[in-house]
């Protein structure tokens, strides 16, 4: 019985010490995630729809058993010129997270990938900046002045192909051309969820919106 | 054994990954880019370092039928600093090898030197050891995601490597990692076998 | 989430999303104890078991003691008309959910020694070495976090979010021993061949896996 006691104290004291101990660090960081967290989500809805001043409350519809999450666009007066829809569809081994902005007749205006962990090199390359950078480019970069790069906002190529597409051409093939949506090379299945993850929501949202569900 | 020895001995002799097979997960699963390795072997070193150091002083005041829970109670404790301060500071990290940062809990490597070197030893020694445990970690882990990233992706650190090559994509997947890990550890025994001659 | 649903969830973690060949979750008793059939369908079914059960418990333990709504035991008892948000503990998951499981498979061990000891004597030595297995704890957050299967999410939040950590604990569990057997038989086999020096033991486990792993990667795609 003592023994027990003897334990049972000393797991206890060692686990109150490491909940206070989370407790405090959970302050401290508390603040700097859920930043991050809505910095990413600003930053995403600015370049989604890049004339909008101001944007609405996220507002939930649910329709055909799927949830679609949005927010209205507003223009300076205060008059909706769009709608930026929030999506998730399962990719090759993550969750893929679009917010797509639209105008009233569905027609894409940009569309920013908020979070994906798809796999590194393939996948992951719905994030890649336009970029010539080489280890050798780099390497030289180090010992040659640099010009002070200007703080612009580039848009990954992939995601910059959706811009001004409207929902019928939202389809993936392999080799280029401008109508449609080019995969991304040896990651199909990661660019095929992406353009799901924008051309359904637009229907389903359309459809919603021609019934007058909003 | 010198101090200095006990440092060195988890980059060669017992690497924890490529002699002892421990923390096989992670080393598979985070060795698809060197950022993404990296981040991994770093937080591996904090969380080894500092737990090894904590359960060398607390080893005397433990009894020793629950010596496990409390060092898991421990380690999970630094685990989640460690995840926290990663989601609040480097998110985009967070994302991509998050789910790899919380199960370093269960990771042999970190409860394998508790139990067979901080239980034991104190806090100075359990201190290197951590350290050159981790440092061995980090090393095996880059090996790996080195040859991945270059074959697999044309990549390294993200930057390419050979202008208008068209990589290996299969190196990059989840079968490169074993393939790429079953022939390190390959190269690493024709390396000791020699030095053993 | 209706019947389809249901088993796509089970396709996709067992076939598809196969924590061996492609999470890596699990690695360290799966290259341990693939040396023979027999002891790997041990393993094979004390995991099912363990990650189905732990599935349901740290559910529990997320749902009435660490996220913080209406139906946190904590926030019924002392909560007293305070802001929910105050009774948020989900910063002690990973803590609570590795205890949860190693009391669990302790306590299960216990109980079957007691009630079945035929079961015991079969399931019994792999038992301890399952709370240091990532699998179990891997199962646990993702079942927390969830997934989006054909336009559905999954997941914590999400209707019948028990039913999904089950279906998906269990699903996880078989594909670990589907893996673990396929391995198996293999390396029973290896045993008996001539293999180079450098390759013997581990390094020929890793390509041989890598080479199932290639195989699998034939279902991805299957669901989306």
Request: charged share 20%.
């Given at each position: 019985m003592k023994t027990i006691l003897h334990y049972g104290l000393v797991l206890l004291l060692i686990a109150g010490v490491a909940g206070v101990g989370l407790s405090l660090v959970d302050r401290i960081t508390k603040g700097p995630i859920s930043e991050a967290q809505s910095k990413r989500l600003e930053e995403g809805q600015k370049l989604a729809?890049?004339?909008?001043s101001s944007f609405g409350e996220l507002k939930k519809l649910e329709t055909d058993g799927k949830t679609i999450e949005y927010y209205e666009v507003f223009d300076e007066g205060k008059n909706v010129i769009g709608y930026e829809l929030l999506y998730s569809v399962g990719g090759y081994q993550s969750r893929i997270k679009v917010l797509t902005g639209i105008e009233p007749?569905?027609?894409?205006?940009a569309i920013r990938v908020l979070e994906q962990a798809e796999t590194?090199?393939?996948?992951?390359?719905?994030?890649?900046?336009?970029s010539s950078d080489t280890i050798f480019s780099a390497i030289t970069g180090l010992f040659s002045k640099k010009e002070d790069k200007s703080e612009e906002v580039q848009i990954p190529w992939f995601q910059a192909?959706?811009?001004?597409?409207?929902p019928e051409e939202l389809i993936v093939v392999?080799?280029?051309?401008?109508k449609h949506i080019t995969a991304l090379s040896g990651a199909t299945i990661t660019s095929t969820a992406v353009t799901k993850a924008v051309k359904e929501p637009i229907e389903l949202f359309l459809k919603a919106k021609a019934e007058g569900q909003l | 054994m010198s101090l200095f020895k006990e440092f060195l001995?988890?980059?060669?002799?017992?690497?924890?990954?490529?002699?002892?097979?421990?923390?096989l997960c992670p080393t598979l699963a985070t060795s698809g880019s060197m950022k993404n390795a990296v981040g991994m072997g770093l937080s591996v070193i904090a969380v080894l370092t500092f737990s090894n150091i904590i359960i060398s002083l607390i080893k005397s005041f433990?009894?020793?039928?629950i010596r496990i829970p409390c060092y898991i109670i421990v380690i999970a404790f630094l685990v989640t600093v460690v995840d926290m301060l990663i989601a609040g500071f480097a998110p985009e990290l967070s994302k991509a090898i998050g789910l790899f940062i919380k199960l370093i809990v269960v990771n042999c490597i970190i409860l394998g030197r508790a139990e067979a070197f901080a239980a034991k030893n104190n806090p100075l020694r359990a201190a290197l050891d951590g350290l050159g445990m981790g440092i061995g970690f980090l090393i095996a882990i880059s090996i790996i995601a080195t040859v991945r990233e270059v074959?697999?992706?044309?990549?390294w650190f993200g930057l390419t490597?050979?202008?208008?090559w068209d990589p290996i994509?299969?190196?990059?997947l989840p079968a490169g990692a074993l393939l790429t890990f079953g022939l390190v550890m390959a190269v690493r025994n024709v390396l000791a076998q020699r030095r053993a001659k | 989430m209706n019947l389809a649903t249901a088993f796509l969830v089970i396709i996709s973690v067992v076939l598809v999303n196969n924590f061996i060949f492609s999470?890596?979750?699990?690695y360290c008793p799966y290259i341990g104890?693939?040396?023979?059939k027999k002891s790997a369908l041990g393993m094979g079914l004390a995991v099912i078991f363990v990650m189905t059960l732990a599935s349901v418990v740290c559910w529990l333990v997320y749902h009435f003691?660490?996220?913080?709504?209406?139906?946190?035991l904590f926030y019924k008892i002392f909560?007293?008309?305070?802001?929910?948000?105050?009774?948020?503990?989900?910063?002690l998951m990973t803590l609570t959910f590795i205890l949860v499981i190693a009391a669990l498979v302790q306590f299960v061990e216990m109980v079957i020694q007691k009630i079945a000891p035929p079961l015991y004597a079969a399931l019994g030595i792999y038992l301890p070495l399952i709370?240091?297995?990532?699998a179990v704890l891997g199962v646990t957050i993702l079942n927390i976090e969830g997934v989006t299967i054909n336009g559905v999410q999954l997941g914590?939040?999400?209707?019948m979010s028990l039913l999904f950590g089950v279906l998906q604990g269990f699903g996880a569990g078989c594909g670990f021993l589907l893996a673990l057997m396929l391995m198996a038989g293999i390396r029973e086999r290896l045993a008996l061949v001539e293999i180079p020096k450098p390759f013997r033991g581990m390094p020929i486990a890793f390509l041989t896996a890598a080479l199932l792993a290639i195989a699998f990667m034939g279902f991805a795609g299957l669901v989306k």
């Open positions: 729809f890049p004339s909008a007749d569905g027609k894409v205006v590194p090199g393939l996948g992951a390359e719905v994030d890649a900046l336009p192909q959706f811009s001004g597409k409207t392999k080799t280029k051309d401008q | 001995k988890g980059i060669w002799e017992k690497n924890p990954v490529l002699v002892l097979s421990l923390g433990v009894p020793s039928k074959l697999g992706a044309n990549k490597v050979v202008p208008g994509g299969i190196m990059i | 999470r890596f979750l699990g104890v693939s040396t023979e003691f660490l996220y913080p709504s209406e139906s946190n909560g007293n008309g305070q802001n929910v948000e105050s009774f948020d503990l989900r910063y709370t240091t297995n990532c914590y939040g999400h209707p």
